[in-house]
């Protein structure tokens, strides 16, 4: 059995969400073990860290004088669509077919409008009000994090 990183993300977000308090799981080449909790005073070994040698660079680049592109407008009306879990971030229902929004696009409580995939499960995002989409925060295949605003959208 083998597991990557990305699926080692995937069950800790599950876990999150439950009330599992200790987890483990073994491979063949690997042992995971998961506790939730607060910590009960067990000390935990210190990894010694080599100290990096000083580096000066011989000629310092030129400090570089770049003004920051002006944030969007957020109008404070708007209201954000979070993603209710871990997982990667999906806007149409397979690769070749269309997005379920656009920006512009008019929705109701109720419309899909994205999937997140988590554990291999595809779980299906649904708008809880209705309004105009005016911000998609999130590119396709992006990962996201429990919480994470993935849409802005204008009610009424």
Known sequence: MSIDFQEIRELLGAIAQTDIT???????????????????????????????????????????VDTPPPAPTVDPKWVEITSPMVGTFYRAP??????????????????????????????????????QIMEILVENGEPVEFGQPLMRVNPG
């Not at 042992?31 to 009960?40: M, P």
């Not at 696009?105 to 809880?128: H, P, Q």
């Open 94 to 131: 397979a690769p070749t077919e269309p997005a379920f929004v656009e920006v512009g696009d008019r929705v109701t409580s109720g419309n899909t409008v994205c999937i997140i995939e988590a554990m291999k499960l595809m779980n299906e995002i649904e708008a809880e009000i209705t309004g």
């Open 22 to 64: 200790e987890f483990s799981l073994k491979g063949e080449a690997f042992e995971l073990t998961v506790k939730k909790g607060q910590s009960q005073g067990i000390p935990m070994a210190a990894i010694p860290v080599p100290p990096t040698p000083p580096t000066l660079p011989i000629n310092p680049p030129a400090p570089v």
